[in-house]
């Protein structure tokens, strides 16, 4: 297999270019990279050969060897012999010198991948074909190399990993690649070099950088015109697949989940890939007596027959190892075929399976093509880093890589990625926990194994002085080697590496530890963490287990001397030492982490701004940190000048951004919190509390003026050339803008989307939606009527909001008068009103429904209803609630001897209701069956007025007579016998 990247290369040279490269190209097909590296152009490059442009260029006049390499690579460029050129057969001998120093890049960079996370060994000592003799032949001297190449991958503060073997080969890839003449010249297959490069580099931080972020992003913007085009799709069908791949594993690693899934589903549209997640009866357990519905992936790759992988040609792929529970069955056991009747009746009808899928049989689906495979792998992890670690989150993640693993793969790597990605998810069960543990441990041997040793089992010499874990001897494992059907060469190894971002062989073993950490073993833990250096790590690792002191006796370690002194260090006591002595000077390049987290252990300020120092004011993560424990202490101006300044250095940080909007609402300084929370939401569109803030901050703002039309610009400017300054009159024709509450009742509803069950959010898009100028009395309704659905069953009649629904009503009221103004009648057009789709109709809707269910004690509530009932011709209706609203106010207790409000507001009600009466009780019933008969709505209204008032009276007569209330009592009562 030959990787997509060569392929497009080889599509776009020249034919002559094609021709005096091809035997390089074939060296690179067939993974043989020392030949590369034995070219006489490379030779002069790496210093091993010389001639009159490079004679006077040594090493030891650059303080990094990549330095040395890059300046030769800029003399070699510029050579222009026309007679060397003839001798090649070649007419644009620039040209063929960068297309050859880039084919040197990538045989680097697949070396470097080679050696750090496919395997198998690399077949050359990289030490010896990379560095000139001067560094090579002396142990020392090499280390020293070495150690500065690391050191000059550390970015914003942020170290590489400080064993990383065979560093030299990443270094000289991109020291190739950043050159000027080929970035320009050779076009976008250096740029798609560069940007695996500057990912491989990302990778090897132990936090995201960024800067270099924002160049690999920069680099996928410009590749995507010309890997993504129809014409690029022509010459290699698959072109545009790898590359939407490779971004989304980029995405996958910086959590841009949402955009990586995006780009599986466009590959998988692309490749016309069918696959679902589905469920079918079957047993899982061998005890299992009734099915039940279990979760699988059905795929099928695009022009593939039905056949099965049974079928297919057995390939090498790693040990997959069997579950041995005396519980679990090793495989789902189906029960029914998708085929059959019953069995199709158990799929979901709203989603029917395609025709392709319920065709196949889900105990024996067909080989998927490797690139099918790399797609289920990476949407389970894409999944799994959306969504929170749950069980449920890994029940849906588990079948994508059951899929790959039960189909079986055309691709070794393709199928230890599915390996270690079941692993992952079987790590956090009982009964899948063994097997979880061992299949990661066997990935690690064989890792391990395959990048450190020759191929006689001998340690190799690239990975010693000083680089390695390694020291010598030949490798052990913890389970027996891997046999050698179980490995595959070099090509099927990084033909889709990219793609899946496998981790690295100290990554897997850290993540090994990570797994005996949750499983108890803390001490093996350990072992791993202090082998490969993590010091960071190990210390994380006792602080995790309430060892503080061991754990900042790790830290310490690293970023002091002992605490007699420097002389002291090789003889102190470790395990009583307290590292208190001078500083290391320089110090660690992890020395801003290693700082940060010494500041988490003891809550010490110092120590982070320790870090900001040491790393040049570079690490982000240092004034995060600051920002956050000045935050909690409530020192905001502090803490947004904490976050101000980390944001510099990383402006794609969401949870910053959102923590300096934050300090910004508390120092009320809105127009500030309105920007931090609207790049907030550029990053991440689907953070209901970011938009919720963002429109409490709107809330805040005063509405900007508009600039002046043209016609008053050119009055005013008339007026300043000329006699006088514009009038008060022309300025205020400048127009205003529209207030920013409309911008933000449009965040409160994004927020209220997102978070449809949070009854808060909806109360602010309550309140903003009727203070709107006009009110928008259509999210009114649509945010009451949820909080009412959310609320209602334990707040009751409390979560109405009595002002806004009187509001809401009166304009409803005031619309079904036009309406009828409009059609010039009264009663016939009514109910036509009411039935048309509009506000009136949402308003009776949500009172009907939603409203009224909800009122016990509120005569407010009544009375609003009874007004919309009284305009909307349903005169028994609103009579009753009238009745209900002087019901609700009498049954209060005691009401009588409360004090004079609680009596006058009986005696409103009371006044009130007797006025219905008068009003309502005469009128012919318009609801119910008794509707057109000529029935009245209370032919007997004047007793029930009297009968209210004398209630009302009787009860008050103790402590009220001749009040003002009693006196209107009185009053009312004689207008009614005087109607008699």
């Known amino acids: 297999m030959v990787d997509v990247l060569l392929r497009f290369l080889r599509h776009s040279l020249p034919d002559e270019l094609a021709s005096a490269l091809s035997e390089t190209l074939q060296h690179l097909q067939d993974g043989n990279f020392s030949a590369v590296f034995q070219h006489p152009e490379v030779q002069l490059l790496l210093g091993h050969e010389e001639n009159y442009a490079t004679k006077d260029v040594h090493v030891k006049d650059f303080p990094v060897w990549s330095d040395y390499v890059f300046h030769r690579l800029g003399l070699l460029l510029s050579k222009r012999e026309s007679e060397e050129g003839e001798e090649l057969g070649i007419k644009d001998l620039p040209a063929y010198r960068q297309h050859l120093f880039l084919l040197v890049a990538i045989a680097s960079l697949y070396a470097f991948v080679q050696s750090n996370v496919t395997g198998p060994p690399l077949p050359f000592n990289s030490a010896q074909v990379i560095f000139p003799r001067e560094i090579s032949s002396d142990s020392a001297t090499l280390a020293r190399a070495r150690e500065k190449l690391v050191a000059s991958l550390a970015v914003d503060g942020i170290a590489a990993y400080k064993l990383t073997p065979n560093v030299e080969l990443l270094c000289l890839a991109e020291t190739i690649l950043i050159c000027p003449p080929i970035q320009k010249n050779v076009g976008p297959a250096s740029a798609w070099a560069r940007l695996r490069v500057e990912f491989m580099h990302q990778r090897l931080l132990s936090e995201v950088a960024p800067s270099l972020q924002e160049s690999i992003y920069g680099g996928l913007e410009a590749l995507e015109g010309a890997l993504l085009d129809s014409d690029a799709k022509a010459k290699i069908p698959d072109l545009p697949v790898h590359y939407l791949l490779e971004r989304s594993a980029i995405h996958t690693h910086h959590g ?306 002992a605490t007699a002194g420097a002389e002291k260090d090789d003889v102190a006591d470790v395990e009583e030492e307290k590292w208190e002595g001078p500083e290391r000077d320089p110090p660690p390049a992890e020395a801003p982490r290693l700082y940060c987290i010494l500041g988490d252990i003891d809550r010490d300020l110092s120590m982070y701004e320790k870090a900001w120092e040491v790393s040049g004011r570079r690490y982000a993560r240092a004034q995060r940190s600051l920002g956050r424990q ?159 659905e959310l609320q209602g069953p334990t707040e009751g009649e409390k979560c109405i909001d009595v002002e806004i629904l009187d509001m809401l009503v009166m304009h409803a009221v005031n619309e079904v008068r036009e309406q009828q103004q409009q059609q010039g009648q009264q009663q016939e057009s009514l109910e036509a009103v009411m039935s048309r789709p509009g506000l009136p109709r949402l308003v009776q809707e949500l009172v009907e429904k939603s409203i009224k269910p909800l009122i016990t004690a509120s005569p407010k509530l009544w009375t609003i209803l009874a007004t919309l009932y009284l305009h909307t011709n349903r005169p028994s209706s609103a009579l009753e609630a009238h009745e209900k609203a002087w019901r609700a106010v009498t049954s209060q207790p005691k009401w009588e001897s409360a004090g004079e409000a609680s009596w006058n507001a009986v005696v409103d009600q009371t006044i009130d209701l007797v006025d219905a009466y008068e009003s309502l009780g005469p009128r012919e019933r318009t609801e119910g069956l008794a509707a057109g008969t000529g029935e009245l709505v209370a032919k007997d209204w004047k007793f029930k007025a009297r009968s209210a008032i004398r209630s009302v009276m009787g009860k008050g007569k103790e402590g009220w007579e001749d009040s003002g209330g009693w006196e209107r009592l009185k009053e009312r009562m004689e207008e009614l016998k005087g109607g008699n």
């Open 256 to 561: 841009l989940d949402k955009k990586a899934r995006a780009d599986l589903d466009r590959a998988a549209a692309e490749r016309k890939f069918e696959y679902v997640l589905t469920g079918l009866m079957g047993k899982r357990t061998k005890f299992q007596q009734k099915d039940t519905s279990q979760l699988l992936v059905l795929a099928k790759s695009h022009g593939t027959e039905a056949t099965t992988s049974a079928d297919e040609a057995s390939v090498n792929k790693p040990k997959n190892l069997e579950l041995n529970d005396d519980t679990l069955l090793e495989n789902i056991s189906f029960t029914q075929d998708l085929s059959s009747s019953d069995g199709a009746a158990k799929q979901d009808s709203s989603s029917p399976l395609p025709a392709s899928l319920a065709s196949l049989d889900p105990s024996n689906q067909p080989l998927l093509d490797p690139l099918d495979s790399v797609i289920l792998l990476s949407l389970a992890s894409s999944i799994t880093n959306t969504n929170p670690a749950d069980g449920l989150t890994r029940e849906e993640t588990l079948p994508y890589a059951t899929r790959v693993l039960e189909g079986g793969s055309s691709n070794w790597q393709v199928y230890t990625q599915a390996l270690l990605v079941r692993s992952r998810i079987e790590g956090y069960k009982s009964r899948t926990m063994e097997r979880g543990l061992l299949q990661l441990q066997a990935l690690v041997d064989q890792v391990i194994a395959e990048t450190t040793s020759t191929p006689d089992g001998a340690v190799s010499s690239s990975d010693t002085n000083g680089t390695s874990t390694d020291t010598s001897g030949p490798v052990t494992s913890f389970l027996p080697k891997a046999k050698p059907e179980e490995s595959a060469p070099v090509q099927d190894r990084l033909a889709y590496v990219f793609s899946l971002s496998t981790p690295t062989r100290w990554d897997i073993e850290a993540e090994l530890a990570a797994r005996w950490v949750s499983v108890g073993g803390l001490r093996s833990a350990l072992e791993i963490y202090e082998r490969l250096e993590m010091w960071a790590e190990a210390a994380l690792c006792w602080a995790a287990t309430d060892k503080e002191e061991k754990a900042k006796q790790i830290v310490r370690r690293q970023l002091f001397h």
């Open 630 to 788: 000045y935050f909690a202490q409530r020192e905001y101006e502090k803490a947004a000048e904490a976050y101000a300044l980390s944001l510099k250095i990383n402006a794609l940080s969401h949870p910053s951004w959102f923590a300096l909007g934050c300090a910004y609402l508390e120092l009320q300084r809105f127009k500030d919190a309105v920007e931090a929370f609207s790049r907030c939401v550029q990053l991440d569109d689907e953070d209901a509390e970011a938009w919720s803030n963002l429109a409490a901050a709107l809330l805040h703002l005063r509405p900007k003026k508009k600039a002046a039309t043209e016609e008053t610009e050119g009055k005013s400017r008339e007026k300043e050339e000329g006699e006088e300054r514009p009038t008060t009159e022309e300025k205020e024709e400048q127009t205003i803008t529209p207030h920013p509450r409309r911008d933000a009742l449009r965040a409160f509803k994004r927020a209220a989307n997102l978070k449809h069950d949070n009854a808060r959010i909806w109360s602010n898009v309550l309140a903003v939606a009727a203070s709107t100028n006009p009110p928008s009395w259509q999210d009114v309704i649509t945010a009451q009527r949820r909080i009412c």
